[in-house]
């Protein structure tokens, strides 16, 4: 049976992957990172958002279908084409422009991960999965590329979470393999704690 954690009474969790790559051309690495991410978020029942994803063509803007494709013709493992045009038809893939003063309210109370959270800022994946099963929706801002989520973004998060508790550094697909599960399980933990008392 599937984990959900956007069941009925619960907040939805939406992966956004922010683009630190290359704002103007799109590249093999942004279409491995979407295609890894379909089938996580298939699993643990999440969202995926894209943020400054660059269009393929310079003269044409980029439209989720089109992603999709691409994804679906480079990728070389079936299932991770068929769990993304999963998310696509139902409506749980979306496409976002940097944001300039804020993010969309429907990604929900917006989260920074980062191995390094700053004092006053942080959240602990048991807080986010207590909220999360009150019925509050949290977005996960994952930076794409070597130099993680730039500082002004980080800023425009309400919270900051280092998944592993320890600031231990992971690499982005590590990372996107590690915080839905830890979510998930948290909550579970702490819904059954709830439900006993």
Known sequence: MRPEVGGVGRGRLTLL?????????????????????????VAWDCNVGLIGFPPPNPKKSLDLNTLVEMVEEKSTISQERRFLRELLDAGRLSLHSYPKKGFPPQLGTIVATTNKPEPGRSITPETLAKRLGKGESFGLLIGLGRRGLPKEVRKMARHELDITGR??????????????????????????????K
């Open 167 to 196: 600031g231990v550094s992971l690499e982005t697909c590590t990372a996107l393999g590690a915080i839905p599960p830890t979510i998930t399980t948290t909550m579970r933990y702490v819904t059954n704690d709830q439900k006993e």
């Open 17 to 41: 992957l922010y683009n630190t790559y290359d704002p103007v051309k799109l590249h093999e690495a942004h279409l491995r990172a979407v295609a890894r991410t379909g089938p996580v978020a």
